[in-house]
Nanobody, 115 residues
């Protein structure tokens, strides 16, 4: 079973940047596509970025051009570089597979963007 631990969130002003990290236990991590999800207050969790095994990326329109997903398979890590942050980016961010059977969800990391 893969265990996911997200970190790197915080409070930032609009226009600022944050880099989120996701540490995954379990060797199966390296063969799966991975993604970052966001759950804004009162809203459903949504997929904002995905990275395939072949290093192809896909982004939600709301973050395209501002967010970058990457991974380091040797370290079992997935990252989300978030630039030009907006108040609407506020939420709890989680990593998990973008399709198929989810791993157990981690606790997420809170991102708060002030205007």
């Amino acid at each position: 079973q893969v265990r996911l631990v997200e970190s790197g969130g915080g409070l930032v002003q609009a226009g600022g940047s944050l880099r989120l990290s996701c540490a995954a236990s379990g060797s199966i991590f390296s063969i799966n596509a991975m993604g970052w999800y966001r759950q804004a207050p009162g809203k459903q969790r949504e997929l904002v970025a995905a990275l395939t095994r072949g290093s192809m990326t896909n982004y939600a329109d709301s973050v395209k051009g501002r967010f970058t997903i990457s991974r380091d398979n040797a370290k079992n890590m997935v990252y989300l570089q978030m630039n030009s942050l907006k108040p609407e980016d506020t939420g709890v961010y989680y990593c998990n597979v973008p399709v198929g059977s989810f791993y157990s969800w981690g606790q997420g990391t809170q991102v708060t963007v002030s205007s």
